[in-house]
């Protein structure tokens, strides 16, 4: 059984940092791209960032472009997002999810997801 689990939301006030981890079990993680996603409340579920199975490849949002970081450490299964300079606008539940197959900014290629964590910028 495929299980994917973040971690590290929580309160932040804005210009502040979080780390947000996704732990996975049940699949060989060293062959899937791993992706970030953000729904804010009364919004559609969008795109942040993704990391190939590599780690040699990664794309973001041009909203998070410059301020957020995907990267992965497959010896620990394990996927993160180092968020930076975080926004009142940042405020969402973040979601991990996984592909075999391909690195994609379309939340409908992706067949794994996690339960999400909350993340909310005060102004």
């Known amino acids: 059984q495929v299980q994917l689990v973040e971690s590290g939301g929580g309160l932040v006030q804005a210009g502040g940092s979080l780390r947000l981890s996704c732990a996975a079990s049940?699949?060989?993680?060293?062959?899937?791209?791993m992706a970030w996603f953000r729904q804010a409340s009364g919004k559609e579920r969008e795109f942040v960032a993704a990391i190939t199975w590599t780690g040699g490849g990664t794309t973001y949002a041009d909203s998070v472009k410059g301020r957020f970081t995907i990267s992965r450490d497959n010896a620990k299964n394990t996927v993160y997002l180092q968020m930076n300079s975080l926004r009142p606008e940042d405020t969402a539940v973040y979601y991990c999810?996984?592909?075999?197959?391909?690195?994609?900014?379309?939340?409908?290629?992706?067949?794994?997801w996690g339960q999400g964590t909350q993340v909310t910028v005060s102004s």
């Open positions: 999810a996984a592909d075999l197959l391909r690195i994609s900014t379309y939340s409908y290629e992706y067949k794994y």
């Open positions: 049940g699949l060989t993680f060293s062959r899937y791209n």
